[in-house]
């Protein structure tokens, strides 16, 4: 059994894997009414309260740990650095000093793609190079993943967000319109009962992106009277657009390999329907590998006991 722990910004999660089957408990850290997201030191404190009931959930299924890992930063690149993920850090020290299972490390990012890949079948993606879209609240990049001996996989920008992130647009349009963050799943349902068309024309800078710009057309639409179906059916069009053409510059670039999409946001059901029905190499993660999870960090432990 391989044990994982991650302590993001907005979920606490536990997972375990056994090579085959995941199991996982996982929960949102708790926003105030009105608010836009935490302070570090709220988040801290809610994982530390999180993490003794979520471990008591998965007691039974935590039996012969072979490996336990740990996402101890947003990315694997110098300087990155939140700290909620020290909770995570410190409860995997002490399950793997209890167990005397090795402890491995890594980051969140990987842990999104490997769930990803987990979650569409396709681990064996990890021998050669990929694209993984990681879009969320803090995160709208597109990755160059490749293979390496010591990390698993690298992950390398090649396209971005060069001000919002998708998740941060949803979310502030959301509670802009009276929503309790994280607003994703209310606007996903609000935008299926609008009927209206947009002409979007995304912002683009070469390669990257430029998102400003749906918030103030979302407040703009909002002062003149526009109903919040219509609003929440133009921001999600707005970032889908925006995806595709990203994804169609890459392509272009990269020859068509297989492209994965990660991210809270990913599991759109706007966005989701509008990609997959226009690239027939790229795969969507299930939900429940899409959003913040330790998933992919149990099987970054079960990979880095695979091939040590």
């Given at each position: 059994m391989y044990l994982g722990f991650d302590t993001s910004n907005y979920t606490t999660s536990v997972a375990l894997f056994?090579?085959?089957?995941?199991?996982?408990?996982?929960?949102?850290l708790s926003v105030k009414n009105g608010?836009?997201?935490?302070?570090?030191?709220?988040a801290v404190f809610q994982h530390i309260v999180n993490m003794p009931v979520l471990l008591n959930d998965v007691k039974n299924k935590i039996k012969d740990v072979r490996a336990v890992a740990v996402s101890t930063r947003p990315r694997n690149i110098d300087g990155s650095y939140m700290p909620c993920f020290l909770v995570g850090k410190n409860n995997a020290v002490c399950a793997s000093s209890i167990t005397g299972a090795r402890l491995y490390e890594t980051s969140h990012q990987v842990g999104h793609?490997?769930?990803?890949?987990?979650?569409?079948?396709?681990?064996?993606?990890?021998?050669?190079?990929?694209i993984a879209f990681h879009v969320s609240g803090g995160t709208t990049e597109a990755l160059l993943v490749e293979p390496d001996s010591k990390e698993i996989i690298k992950a390398t920008v090649i396209a971005q967000s060069t001000d919002l992130k998708a998740g941060q647009a949803i979310d502030r349009a959301g509670v802009m319109m009276g929503y309790t963050f994280p607003c994703g799943k209310k606007l996903d349902e609000l935008s299926q009962k609008s009927s209206k068309k947009f002409n979007i024309k995304p912002s683009m800078i070469g390669m990257d992106?430029?998102?400003?710009?749906?918030?103030?057309?979302?407040?703009?639409?909002?002062?003149?009277?526009?109903?919040?179906?219509?609003?929440?059916?133009?921001?999600?069009?707005?970032?889908?657009?925006?995806?595709?053409k990203m994804t169609e510059n890459l392509i272009t670039k990269y020859d068509n390999i297989p492209i994965i999409y990660a991210g809270g946001v990913m599991s759109n059901t706007?966005?989701?329907?509008?990609?997959?029905?226009?690239?027939?190499?790229?795969y969507f993660a299930h939900p429940a590998y899409s959003c913040d999870n330790a998933c992919g960090i149990a099987i970054y432990a079960y990979l880095k006991d695979k091939y040590e």
């Open positions: 056994d090579g085959e089957n995941i199991y996982q408990a996982r929960q949102l608010e836009r997201g935490l302070r570090q030191s709220d793609i490997l769930a990803a890949l987990y979650s569409v079948g396709k681990l064996d993606f990890i021998n050669d190079q990929f992106c430029s998102l400003s710009g749906i918030e103030n057309k979302a407040k703009a639409m909002l002062d003149k009277g526009e109903g919040n179906e219509d609003i929440s059916k133009f921001v999600l069009s707005s970032i889908s657009c925006t995806i595709d706007l966005i989701k329907t509008n990609i997959m029905s226009k690239y027939n190499n790229a």
